[in-house]
Nanobody
Framework: QVQVKESGGDSVRAGGSLTLSCAVS????????VSWFRQAPGKGRSQVAT????????WNSDSVRGRFTITHNNAKNTVNLQMNDLTPEDTAVYLC???????????????????WGQGTQVTVSS
């Protein structure tokens, strides 16, 4: 089964940048979705960005489009989230999740994500 583990969280000032890394391990022959989610204090979990290692266009949520970029490092098998121009509203625990991409569907649904990391804290101060 695929496993994921996040790293890279930190405290930064507004306008700064961070890169989060999600190490993906375990073998699967099925196409997968690897996504970053975030959960701010007192709020629900929201999907931030998705990468499809087997092919497909990456996706970013409207709230981060133009500031965050999701990429895949083939050599290290990591899915990275480059975050630029951070604001205090980006403060959250960021979680990586992986799931099998259902055949015939445009992307993974929330219930398709079976492997979740523990999360990494990102704090942005004004």
């Amino acid at each position: 089964q695929v496993q994921v583990k996040e790293s890279g969280g930190d405290s930064v000032r507004a306008g700064g940048s961070l890169t989060l890394s999600c190490a993906v391990s375990g073998a699967t022959s099925s196409p997968t979705c690897v996504s970053w989610f975030r959960q701010a204090p007192g709020k629900g979990r929201s999907q931030v960005a998705t990468f499809y290692p087997g092919g497909g266009l990456p996706w970013n949520s409207d709230s981060v489009r133009g500031r965050f970029t999701i990429t895949h490092n083939n050599a290290k098998n990591t899915v990275n989230l480059q975050m630029n121009d951070l604001t205090p509203e980006d403060t959250a625990v960021y979680l990586c999740a992986a799931g099998v991409w259902p055949r015939g569907l445009a992307t993974c649904g929330i219930d398709d994500y079976k492997s979740w990391g523990q999360g990494t804290q990102v704090t942005v101060s004004s």
